[in-house]
T-cell receptor, first 115, second 112 residues
Framework: DAGVIQSPRHEVTEMGQEVTLRCKPI?????LFWYRQTMMRGLELLIY????????DSGMPEDRFSAKMPNASFSTLKIQPSEPRDSAVYFC?????????????FGAGSRLTVL | GQNIDQPTEMTATEGAIVQINCTYQ??????LFWYQQHAGEAPTFLSYNVLDGLEEKGRFSSFLSRSKGYSYLLLKELQMKDSASYLC?????????????FGKGTTLSVSS
């Protein structure tokens, strides 16, 4: 398996622009997670899905952020409009389940810079 | 709510032993994980504890005390490649079905 695949790896945009980050989870994994990592706040959970259904979006910062999972092999995280404080590395991760030793496998991350 | 505390930074020398502590206060507990993250890379899984005691895996060991809300990661025979951030993460809840909450990580620098 190629692992969790994220795109783009790097994005630089200007304030006010729309940003779309993409993720392909590991085939067969029922859970998909979006995390954001900054120096100040560490790795924060934004939202996670089970079988394509959003389960907990309490970590989504505000209405400018939205996430979708139209099918088992694809998810998007959208920021509209983007702001400089959204600059961070956004990680997508997937897992088989949330029980026992089932671990999260992370993608390589999308580094977002909003100018 | 949840609170996971780790030291921000630690330094050590090659060949030494280092212990990275993690304390947590969460509403329910369903497992504790340690992840390693090299600079510019994704976190990768190191260890998992759900019962009290020590889990050993090669040069790395992880300990858990649920009553104290405490865990540590022990790294032996340190190598330069162990320079990385080490993230403590807790799965909350009294049953399966909650996501991992991460601490801010401990940056370990190993020098020769």
């Amino acid at each position: 398996d190629a692992g969790v695949i994220q795109s783009p790896r790097h994005e630089v945009t200007e304030m006010g622009q729309e940003v779309t980050l993409r993720c392909k989870p590991i085939s067969g994994h029922d859970y998909l997670f979006w995390y954001r990592q900054t120096m100040m706040r560490g790795l924060e959970l934004l939202i996670y899905f089970n079988n394509n259904v959003p389960i907990d979006d309490s970590g989504m910062p505000e209405d400018r952020f939205s996430a979708k999972m139209p099918n088992a092999s694809f998810s998007t995280l959208k920021i509209q409009p983007s702001e400089p404080r959204d600059s961070a590395v956004y990680f997508c991760a997937s897992s088989l389940s949330l029980s026992g030793a089932n671990v999260l496998t992370f993608g390589a991350g999308s580094r977002l810079t909003v100018l | 709510g949840q609170n996971i505390d780790q030291p921000t930074e630690m330094t050590a020398t090659e060949g030494a032993i280092v212990q990275i502590n993690c304390t947590y206060q969460t509403s329910g507990f369903n497992g504790l994980f340690w992840y390693q993250q090299h600079a510019g890379e994704a976190p990768t899984f190191l260890s998992y504890n759900v019962l009290d005691g020590l889990e050993e895996k090669g040069r790395f060991s992880s300990f858990l005390s649920r009553s104290k809300g405490y865990s540590y990661l022990l790294l032996k025979e340190l190598q330069m490649k162990d320079s990385a951030s080490y993230l403590c993460a807790v799965r909350e809840g009294h049953q399966a079905g909650t996501a991992l909450i991460f601490g801010k990580g401990t940056t370990l620098s190993v020098s020769s």
